[in-house]
């Protein structure tokens, strides 16, 4: 009789197995997640749109800088595809304010919505933020190869490291948008609790 539990550690033990029940979000809950999720939408946007001035205002002093018709076109065709990407993140990938009346239901909607939304943002990012400015790199590559024939071993590497880099932040791109996925499967699995 010495390896019997005493009955409190029985009980104890039952009550520690026992089957959880779903877990409870509130509506103050989701609309904290929802309200973090915007404003980091909100300041990667900004990073965005203060790097897309950039490069329209270097690609602008250089198109007004060079004599070269061909490095001109170049400059012309990377600041198209800046302004481009900036109109494309404001227009499908701008911040929005969490709903001041919300249910628990409709609380999880928006934010649910809110996720896929940017997770389709981050997923074609391919067509609207990389495309956009390859032409105009390409020509700016051609343009360095016509003025400098001798020097094309420094041209094919800038041109490597470009492809590589436009592959590292599609492979970025591609990370956040899996976990953007993964919280979507987290709500959906908070919803069928409720």
């Known amino acids: 009789m010495m390896n019997e539990s005493p009955p409190n550690d029985r009980l104890k033990a039952v009550w520690q197995n026992q089957p959880l029940e779903g877990i409870r979000i509130s509506v103050g809950e989701i609309?904290?997640?929802?309200?973090?999720?915007?404003?980091?939408?909100?300041?990667?946007?900004?990073?965005?749109?203060?790097?897309?001035?950039?490069?329209?205002?270097?690609?602008?002093?250089?198109?007004?800088g060079v004599p070269d018709a061909l490095t001109r076109v170049a400059c012309g065709l990377i600041i198209a595809g800046a302004l481009y990407v900036m109109w494309r993140?404001?227009?499908?990938g701008a911040s929005r304010n969490v709903p001041a009346e919300m249910g628990l239901a409709s609380g999880l909607?928006?934010?649910?919505?809110?996720?896929?939304?940017?997770?389709?943002?981050?997923?074609?990012?391919?067509?609207?933020?990389?495309?956009?400015?390859?032409?105009?790199?390409?020509?700016?590559?051609?343009?360095?190869a016509r003025i400098n024939p001798g020097h094309l071993r420094p041209i094919g590497l800038s041109s490597a490291l470009i492809a590589l880099l436009f592959i590292f932040v599609w492979w970025l791109n591609h990370q956040a948008a899996r976990r953007l996925q993964s919280r979507i499967d987290e709500l959906n699995a908070l919803e069928g609790q409720r």
Do not use: T
């Open 31 to 64: 609309r904290h997640r929802a309200g973090k999720f915007q404003n980091k939408v909100y300041w990667r946007n900004a990073r965005e749109y203060v790097a897309g001035i950039g490069v329209v205002v270097l690609f602008g002093i250089e198109f007004w």
């Open 89 to 92: 993140l404001h227009q499908r």
């Open 109 to 144: 909607e928006f934010h649910r919505r809110e996720l896929a939304r940017q997770r389709d943002l981050l997923r074609s990012v391919w067509s609207w933020y990389l495309a956009p400015v390859i032409p105009g790199l390409v020509v700016l590559m051609l343009a360095r």
